[in-house]
């Protein structure tokens, strides 16, 4: 395929995706000018706060897992946001229930923002970073889950993408149950495979964040493993605005509530030329 033709694909790509999620997915934002934005997450705060509770919490376990603490994941993006009780958090809860009448098209709705992500603007990863990953993997499901042992639909579902850019699949475990909202590096264990994992610059893929504790149990594993840098590419930040609204107030509620979808990179944030 030309540069060319790859551009036009990339553009009817967006486009399908516009019109197909444009009046439920709404985009991620990730400061505001009142300060109500974890710039971890992405999620609702007070202004008095640098970090939301969760990454708050989070840091001071990670300070505490070792002697001089471990670090998480460097950088984190968003496809969108997921209010509970919405379609985007149909979408993301129903995607992996083959008894719900509308699976299939879940899973599409899924393949579109995985697509937007790490076909048409994988290339950002590096603009963002300064580095192009060099091994991928997804999150497993924990002992506590009842997905535990199952294969992973957003495996299957990303496969695709991550094929087309041929860099090294690791293989993830889950050892253990996880506790809410607990950092736990032992809860995954790296699978041991022919090939030596190249952990320069890891990607982690995962479908849904609430605290954000399971996908930075996985990248604290792989701190010890011998990571260098971790990115993560959360499909949907859940986030339910009823709650939000008796904790921090109407007002945060009522700001995350008209935010709607844009067109635009999920890594740089801006109109980016595909």
């Known amino acids: 395929m030309s540069n060319r033709q790859q551009v036009s694909a990339n553009l009817q790509l967006e486009k399908a995706k516009f019109e197909r999620m444009g009046s439920y997915a709404r985009s991620v934002v990730y400061s505001s000018k009142f300060g109500h934005v974890c710039p971890v997450c ?13 990454c708050g919490d989070a840091k001071k376990q990670a300070l505490a ?35 719900d009448p509308a699976v299939s098209e879940y899973q599409k709705d899924i393949k579109y923002i995985a697509a937007d992500a790490l076909a ?18 997804t999150i ?22 991550m094929d087309r850019v041929g860099i090294q699949q690791l293989h993830l475990q889950a050892n253990a149950g996880k506790e809410h909202n607990d950092i736990n590096p032992q809860v995954f264990a790296l699978v041991a495979e022919g090939q030596k994992p190249d952990l320069r610059h890891v990607l982690l893929i995962e479908d849904s964040w609430v605290s954000g504790a399971t996908v930075q149990s996985a990248a604290a594993m792989l701190r010890l493993q011998g990571a ?47």
Not at 42 to 54: D, E, S, T, V
Not at 143 to 161: C, M
Not at 257 to 269: E, H, I, Q, V
Request: net charge positive; aromatic share 12%.
């Open 42 to 54: 992405a999620g609702p705060k007070g202004a008095k706060f640098a970090l939301c509770k969760a």
């Open 120 to 137: 048409v603007h994988y290339s950002c990863i590096a603009r963002l970073t300064g580095s192009r990953p060099t091994a991928w993997a």
């Open 65 to 99: 897992l070792q002697p001089g603490g471990i670090p998480l994941a460097d950088k984190i993006r968003f496809g969108h946001y997921a209010y509970k009780g919405e379609q985007m958090y149909r979408v993301v809860q129903g995607y992996k229930d083959t008894a």
């Open 140 to 161: 497993p499901s924990t002992k506590s889950s009842r997905n535990y042992g199952k294969p992973h639909i957003l495996t299957n579902l990303v496969s695709p993408f």
């Open 228 to 274: 260098i840098y971790i990115t993560v590419y959360c499909v949907a930040r859940i986030i339910d605005l009823s709650r939000v609204e008796r904790g921090l107030g109407k007002d945060i509620a009522d700001g995350y509530r008209t935010l709607s979808y844009r067109d635009r990179c999920p890594w740089l944030l801006e109109r980016h030329p595909v």
